[in-house]
Protein backbone atom coordinates (compact mmCIF):
# COMPACT_ATOMS: atom_id res chain seq x y z
CA UNK A 1 0.00 0.00 0.00
CA UNK A 2 1.44 3.34 -0.98
CA UNK A 3 0.21 6.81 -0.22
CA UNK A 4 -1.65 7.55 -3.82
CA UNK A 5 -3.61 3.86 -2.69
CA UNK A 6 -4.62 5.86 0.36
CA UNK A 7 -5.13 9.10 -1.57
CA UNK A 8 -7.39 6.96 -3.95
CA UNK A 9 -9.36 6.01 -1.10
CA UNK A 10 -9.67 8.84 0.62
CA UNK A 11 -11.29 10.45 -2.74
CA UNK A 12 -13.57 7.42 -2.86
CA UNK A 13 -14.72 7.77 0.60
CA UNK A 14 -16.01 11.32 -0.17
CA UNK A 15 -17.93 10.89 -3.36
CA UNK A 16 -18.81 6.87 -2.76
CA UNK A 17 -19.48 6.68 -6.44
CA UNK A 18 -16.27 5.49 -8.33
CA UNK A 19 -16.92 6.63 -11.52
CA UNK A 20 -16.64 10.28 -10.46
CA UNK A 21 -13.59 9.42 -8.20
CA UNK A 22 -11.67 8.04 -11.46
CA UNK A 23 -12.35 11.31 -13.03
CA UNK A 24 -11.09 13.29 -10.15
CA UNK A 25 -7.80 11.38 -9.56
CA UNK A 26 -7.54 10.68 -13.71
CA UNK A 27 -7.53 6.82 -13.63
CA UNK A 28 -9.67 4.95 -15.22
CA UNK A 29 -12.69 3.06 -13.32
CA UNK A 30 -11.13 -0.60 -13.75
CA UNK A 31 -7.98 1.03 -12.06
CA UNK A 32 -9.16 2.14 -9.13
CA UNK A 33 -11.44 -0.96 -8.45
CA UNK A 34 -7.85 -2.80 -8.46
CA UNK A 35 -6.63 -0.61 -5.98
CA UNK A 36 -9.08 -0.52 -3.54
CA UNK A 37 -9.35 -3.84 -4.21
CA UNK A 38 -5.41 -4.55 -3.38
CA UNK A 39 -5.77 -2.25 -0.10
CA UNK A 40 -8.67 -4.65 1.25
CA UNK A 41 -6.26 -7.52 0.67
CA UNK A 42 -3.72 -5.88 2.39
CA UNK A 43 -5.46 -4.75 5.25
CA UNK A 44 -7.25 -7.84 5.54
CA UNK A 45 -10.65 -5.71 5.87
CA UNK A 46 -13.44 -4.42 3.58
CA UNK A 47 -13.32 -1.20 2.95
CA UNK A 48 -16.34 -0.25 1.14
CA UNK A 49 -20.19 -1.95 0.34
CA UNK A 50 -20.65 -2.03 -3.33
CA UNK A 51 -23.86 -2.89 -5.70
CA UNK A 52 -24.83 -1.56 -8.70
CA UNK A 53 -26.88 1.61 -7.27
CA UNK A 54 -24.47 2.15 -4.11
CA UNK A 55 -21.41 2.43 -2.44
CA UNK A 56 -21.32 3.05 0.84
CA UNK A 57 -18.18 2.76 3.88
CA UNK A 58 -18.03 -0.25 6.06
CA UNK A 59 -17.33 0.68 9.83
CA UNK A 60 -13.36 -0.44 9.24
CA UNK A 61 -13.86 2.18 6.15
CA UNK A 62 -15.14 4.71 8.11
CA UNK A 63 -12.42 4.63 10.94
CA UNK A 64 -9.55 4.20 8.59
CA UNK A 65 -11.25 7.52 6.58
CA UNK A 66 -11.00 9.22 9.33
CA UNK A 67 -7.41 7.90 10.34
CA UNK A 68 -5.77 8.67 6.79
CA UNK A 69 -7.27 11.79 6.91
CA UNK A 70 -5.48 12.87 9.80
CA UNK A 71 -1.87 10.72 8.90
CA UNK A 72 -2.59 12.99 5.27
CA UNK A 73 -2.17 16.07 7.01
CA UNK A 74 0.55 15.18 9.22
CA UNK A 75 2.58 14.17 5.92
CA UNK A 76 1.67 17.15 4.06
CA UNK A 77 2.82 19.31 6.85
CA UNK A 78 5.72 17.62 7.47
CA UNK A 79 7.16 17.06 3.87
CA UNK A 80 6.08 21.42 3.45
CA UNK A 81 8.24 21.84 6.81
CA UNK A 82 11.60 19.87 5.41
CA UNK A 83 10.97 22.10 2.11
CA UNK A 84 10.88 25.34 4.15
CA UNK A 85 14.04 24.02 6.14
CA UNK A 86 16.06 23.05 2.77
CA UNK A 87 14.94 26.26 1.46
CA UNK A 88 16.57 27.95 4.50
CA UNK A 89 13.37 29.55 5.72
CA UNK A 90 12.48 27.46 8.58
CA UNK A 91 14.72 25.73 11.74
CA UNK A 92 16.23 27.25 14.74
CA UNK A 93 19.25 30.04 14.23
CA UNK A 94 21.14 30.65 17.70
CA UNK A 95 22.62 34.17 18.16
CA UNK A 96 25.60 35.73 20.44
CA UNK A 97 25.47 38.97 20.83
CA UNK A 98 27.26 41.55 22.76
CA UNK A 99 24.83 44.10 25.34
CA UNK A 100 25.76 46.66 23.47
CA UNK A 101 24.17 46.28 19.95
CA UNK A 102 20.48 44.80 22.46
CA UNK A 103 19.12 48.01 21.84
CA UNK A 104 20.29 49.59 18.40
CA UNK A 105 20.92 47.17 15.48
CA UNK A 106 19.65 44.07 16.72
CA UNK A 107 16.21 44.28 16.90
CA UNK A 108 15.88 45.89 13.56
CA UNK A 109 17.46 43.18 12.29
CA UNK A 110 15.71 40.71 13.95
CA UNK A 111 12.18 42.32 12.58
CA UNK A 112 13.61 42.32 9.16
CA UNK A 113 14.09 38.42 9.44
CA UNK A 114 10.71 37.61 10.74
CA UNK A 115 8.99 40.65 8.00
CA UNK A 116 10.85 38.45 5.15
CA UNK A 117 11.58 34.63 6.96
CA UNK A 118 8.42 34.21 9.49
CA UNK A 119 9.17 31.03 9.92
CA UNK A 120 12.42 30.84 11.42
CA UNK A 121 12.92 31.04 14.71
CA UNK A 122 15.83 32.72 16.83
CA UNK A 123 17.59 31.91 20.42
CA UNK A 124 19.32 34.58 21.92
CA UNK A 125 22.56 34.30 23.99
CA UNK A 126 24.66 36.98 25.24
CA UNK A 127 28.63 36.07 24.66
CA UNK A 128 31.49 38.02 25.94
CA UNK A 129 33.34 38.73 23.23
CA UNK A 130 37.08 36.72 24.31
CA UNK A 131 34.18 33.41 24.59
CA UNK A 132 32.70 33.90 20.76
CA UNK A 133 34.98 31.82 19.66
CA UNK A 134 34.48 28.95 21.76
CA UNK A 135 31.11 28.92 21.56
CA UNK A 136 31.34 28.66 17.78
CA UNK A 137 33.35 25.66 18.10
CA UNK A 138 31.69 24.04 20.59
CA UNK A 139 28.45 24.53 18.50
CA UNK A 140 26.74 26.21 21.30
CA UNK A 141 25.89 29.02 18.82
CA UNK A 142 25.64 29.29 15.16
CA UNK A 143 26.70 33.10 14.40
CA UNK A 144 27.99 35.70 16.45
CA UNK A 145 27.78 39.67 16.55
CA UNK A 146 31.39 40.65 18.25
CA UNK A 147 33.82 44.02 18.08
CA UNK A 148 37.07 41.47 17.06
CA UNK A 149 37.99 39.38 13.86
CA UNK A 150 37.96 35.56 14.31
CA UNK A 151 41.26 33.76 15.45
CA UNK A 152 40.22 30.23 14.09
CA UNK A 153 41.16 29.10 10.78
CA UNK A 154 37.49 27.71 11.71
CA UNK A 155 35.78 30.38 11.48
CA UNK A 156 35.26 33.65 9.32
CA UNK A 157 33.79 36.81 10.22
CA UNK A 158 32.88 39.67 8.10
CA UNK A 159 32.26 43.87 9.06
CA UNK A 160 29.02 45.23 9.44
CA UNK A 161 29.27 48.56 10.59
CA UNK A 162 31.90 51.14 12.67
CA UNK A 163 30.56 53.32 15.66
CA UNK A 164 32.14 55.64 18.01
CA UNK A 165 32.83 55.48 21.51
CA UNK A 166 31.44 58.11 23.71
CA UNK A 167 31.61 59.70 26.72
CA UNK A 168 28.77 58.46 29.02
CA UNK A 169 27.89 61.07 31.79
CA UNK A 170 25.03 61.71 34.21
CA UNK A 171 22.23 64.57 32.61
CA UNK A 172 23.13 67.20 34.66
CA UNK A 173 26.87 66.41 34.27
CA UNK A 174 29.40 70.14 32.94
CA UNK A 175 29.86 67.81 29.53
CA UNK A 176 26.23 66.73 29.17
CA UNK A 177 25.44 69.34 26.13
CA UNK A 178 28.88 68.53 24.47
CA UNK A 179 28.23 67.56 21.01
CA UNK A 180 31.14 65.75 20.49
CA UNK A 181 34.80 65.34 22.54
CA UNK A 182 38.55 65.72 21.32
CA UNK A 183 40.74 63.93 23.44
CA UNK A 184 42.02 66.68 25.15
CA UNK A 185 38.80 67.20 26.47
CA UNK A 186 38.33 63.75 28.08
CA UNK A 187 42.09 64.76 29.82
CA UNK A 188 40.38 67.46 31.97
CA UNK A 189 38.18 64.29 33.42
CA UNK A 190 41.41 62.69 35.09
CA UNK A 191 40.33 63.18 38.42
CA UNK A 192 36.82 62.29 38.16
CA UNK A 193 35.54 58.47 38.88
CA UNK A 194 34.64 56.25 36.43
CA UNK A 195 32.35 52.74 35.82
CA UNK A 196 34.01 50.56 33.35
CA UNK A 197 34.53 46.99 32.52
CA UNK A 198 37.62 45.67 33.27
CA UNK A 199 40.55 47.56 31.31
CA UNK A 200 42.64 44.33 32.24
CA UNK A 201 41.01 41.51 29.51
CA UNK A 202 43.26 40.50 26.58
CA UNK A 203 39.59 41.92 24.31
CA UNK A 204 39.56 44.14 21.84
CA UNK A 205 37.15 46.06 23.57
CA UNK A 206 39.25 46.34 26.66
CA UNK A 207 42.66 47.37 24.45
CA UNK A 208 40.71 49.78 22.73
CA UNK A 209 39.12 51.47 26.38
CA UNK A 210 43.45 51.89 27.32
CA UNK A 211 43.94 53.45 23.87
CA UNK A 212 41.30 55.66 24.60
CA UNK A 213 42.92 56.44 28.17
CA UNK A 214 46.66 56.59 26.65
CA UNK A 215 45.55 58.83 23.88
CA UNK A 216 44.14 60.88 26.95
CA UNK A 217 46.99 60.61 28.90
CA UNK A 218 46.11 59.06 32.11
CA UNK A 219 44.83 56.12 34.22
CA UNK A 220 41.29 56.60 35.24
CA UNK A 221 39.87 56.18 38.78
CA UNK A 222 37.59 53.26 38.63
CA UNK A 223 35.35 52.80 41.29
CA UNK A 224 33.15 50.24 39.63
CA UNK A 225 33.94 47.38 37.23
CA UNK A 226 31.15 45.78 35.43
CA UNK A 227 31.03 43.65 31.85
CA UNK A 228 27.29 44.47 31.62
CA UNK A 229 26.71 47.49 29.62
CA UNK A 230 22.75 48.02 31.34
CA UNK A 231 24.63 48.06 34.96
CA UNK A 232 26.91 50.54 33.84
CA UNK A 233 24.18 53.07 32.55
CA UNK A 234 22.56 52.46 35.26
CA UNK A 235 25.25 53.57 37.88
CA UNK A 236 26.27 56.79 35.80
CA UNK A 237 22.31 58.03 36.05
CA UNK A 238 22.80 57.20 39.32
CA UNK A 239 26.20 60.02 39.85
CA UNK A 240 28.46 57.05 41.09
CA UNK A 241 30.90 57.71 38.16
CA UNK A 242 30.90 58.01 34.16
CA UNK A 243 31.77 55.50 31.37
CA UNK A 244 33.00 55.06 27.72
CA UNK A 245 30.93 52.45 26.21
CA UNK A 246 30.00 52.18 22.24
CA UNK A 247 27.27 55.01 21.31
CA UNK A 248 25.02 51.67 20.49
CA UNK A 249 24.14 51.48 24.10
CA UNK A 250 22.47 55.87 23.56
CA UNK A 251 19.73 52.96 21.95
CA UNK A 252 18.92 52.17 25.56
CA UNK A 253 16.62 55.29 26.04
CA UNK A 254 17.57 56.00 29.25
CA UNK A 255 16.98 59.58 29.19
CA UNK A 256 18.95 60.28 33.02
CA UNK A 257 22.64 59.91 31.25
CA UNK A 258 24.48 61.84 27.41
CA UNK A 259 26.21 60.09 25.32
CA UNK A 260 29.32 62.73 23.66
CA UNK A 261 30.74 60.88 20.73
CA UNK A 262 34.79 60.43 21.24
CA UNK A 263 37.60 59.93 18.03
CA UNK A 264 38.01 56.34 18.79
CA UNK A 265 35.20 53.97 16.69
CA UNK A 266 34.36 50.63 17.06
CA UNK A 267 33.67 47.83 14.18
CA UNK A 268 31.24 45.16 14.75
CA UNK A 269 31.65 42.06 12.97
CA UNK A 270 29.76 38.81 12.14
CA UNK A 271 31.37 35.63 12.73
CA UNK A 272 30.45 32.35 11.73
CA UNK A 273 32.03 28.87 11.35
CA UNK A 274 33.70 28.21 7.50
CA UNK A 275 32.09 25.01 7.10
CA UNK A 276 28.52 25.56 7.98
CA UNK A 277 26.13 24.56 5.53
CA UNK A 278 22.53 25.11 7.20
CA UNK A 279 20.33 26.93 4.80
CA UNK A 280 18.65 28.72 7.87
CA UNK A 281 22.44 30.45 8.56
CA UNK A 282 23.01 31.17 5.06
CA UNK A 283 19.60 32.96 4.28
CA UNK A 284 20.39 35.19 7.60
CA UNK A 285 23.94 35.95 6.60
CA UNK A 286 22.32 36.87 2.95
CA UNK A 287 19.88 39.08 5.47
CA UNK A 288 22.76 40.48 7.38
CA UNK A 289 24.62 41.75 4.51
CA UNK A 290 22.20 43.29 2.88
CA UNK A 291 20.64 45.12 6.08
CA UNK A 292 21.03 49.03 6.25
CA UNK A 293 23.36 49.10 9.70
Known amino acids: MHL ?10 DEL ?32 ERDKRNVKLTPAGEFLRDQYRRLMLDYQSATRRAQLIAAGESGTLRIGHPASITFSVLPDLLRA ?7 IAIQMMEVDAEDVDAFLLADRIDIAFTREPEKSKDLVSEELMTEHFALVVPAQHPYAKRRQLKFSDLAKL ?13 SEHANQLRGIFAEAGFQPHIRVESDFGVTLL ?10 IMPISYSHHHNHAVRFIPLPTASTLVGIWRRKDHNPTLKTFIALMREFDY
Do not use: C, D, N
Not at 31 to 41: N, P, Q, V, Y
Not at 190 to 202: H, I, M, N
Not at 234 to 243: D, T, Y
Open 4 to 13: QQIQYFLTLA
Open 17 to 48: HFWKTSEKVFITQSALSRHIKSMEEELGVRLF
Open 113 to 119: LHQGHPY
Open 190 to 202: AEEEFVLPSLTGK
Open 234 to 243: GLVAKGVGIS
